[in-house]
Structure formats: C-alpha cells, structure tokens
C-alpha cells in the first residue's frame, strides 16, 4: 500500500485551516452584522458581511433583508433573487424577495412569487390569502375567493381572511354567504365597523 506523501498531506492540512478561517471570519461578520441591526445602524450591519462575501444564499439572505430595512429596495431584491435562484425550492427567499418588490410597487412579480410558493406549499396560508388580495383589488372576486375560501378552511375564526372573503362574496352577489361571514367576523371582533357597513349593504 502506497503512503500519502508529505506534501499532499501538508496541501489538505492547508486547505483544511484555510477553511476553518473562513468559517469563522463568516461567524464573525454574522454576530457583528446581527449586533449592528440591533442598534439601527444598517450600514454598519451590511459592512461586515460584504468584507467576507462570497455569494453564499446565506450571505445573500442576510444582506436582501438588511438593505431592506435601509430602504435600498432595489439592491435588497437583487440579493433576494440571488438567493432564490440558490435554493429554488425553498420559501423562505421567495417570501424575502416579496417584500422589497411590495416596496416597489412590482405587484406582478409579487403573484408570480407567491404562485411559484403555491406550487412548493399548496396550503401556504400567507400566500394563499395575499394572492386572494390581489385578486381583490383587482376586482378578479372569483379568483379572489378560491385563495380566501383556502384560508378560511384552515382558520375559520380569523378576522382578515373572514373580512376579505365576505368582502368578495359580497361582490359576487353571493348575500347569505356574505352575511354569515360578516357575522362571525363580529364574533371575532364586536362592534367591527367594517362588518357592519357590510351588512348594512346587505
């Protein structure tokens, strides 16, 4: 049996600390970047993590959510994306994604990201009643209800998606079903100034 060489052996040990170094210089610009937000101070907490970046979907992750909050959307969604196309069937990124684009205005590429979430999680409950409101406000109510009616299954006591799919059953003529919801929403919520004008409607 042939032995490893020296000089292999003194490559891989190398190679092995080079990496543990790496690992902690990214341990470190973390816990730095995580006690800059802390205080406020994006600057400071993205500085840390673009000093060490190496195009991880962690570091992009992490650096999508904090130019966010310093309101740099158009950066934060580049970030975002990048982590999207990292791990493509992971919701977390696509969740992130959404908020800089809602920030932006771009509610298209918003129902496409929540759509591409459906597809992974059917019974996602956030995307599910988000592309109900964007149904909604596009006056699309029989789409919108399908996506609220989802939600409405799974939390049937919940004062949003209640409100919405009254609000849509309502539009759709649909009066006793628009009642009965409007009901509970003030069982939810006694004295709900919404759900009363709702019914007044009615």
């Given at each position: ?42 600057a400071?907490?993205?500085a ?84 109900g ?18 939600v ?17 059953y ?33």
């Amino acid at each position: 049996m042939d032995l490893v060489k020296p000089a292999f052996l003194s490559l891989a040990l190398a190679l092995a600390l080079a990496g543990r170094g790496l690992a902690q210089d990214q341990s470190a610009a973390f816990a730095t970047s995580y006690a800059a937000e802390t205080k406020g101070d994006y600057a400071d907490a993205i500085a840390p993590l673009k000093a060490v970046y190496s195009n991880t979907y962690e570091q992009n992750l992490r650096l999508g959510w904090l130019y966010f909050l310093a309101k740099n959307y158009t950066t934060s969604a580049g970030y975002y994306q990048k982590a999207v196309e990292q791990r493509p069937y992971a919701i977390e990124p696509k969740f992130g994604l959404i908020k800089p684009l809602n920030a932006l205005n771009q509610v298209d590429k918003m129902l496409e990201l929540y759509e591409d979430i459906l597809k992974i999680d059917g019974q996602n409950t956030q995307a599910n009643y988000w592309v109900g409101v964007i149904f909604l406000n596009r006056k699309a109510y029989d789409k919108a209800a399908r996506y609220f009616e989802r939600v409405v299954n799974l939390y049937p006591f919940d004062y949003d998606v209640n409100l919405s799919l009254a609000w849509t059953y309502l539009n759709l003529g649909k009066k006793n079903e628009a009642r009965a919801l409007y009901t509970k929403v003030l069982l939810i919520r006694p004295g709900d100034a919404t759900a009363l004008a709702g019914l007044k409607r009615l």
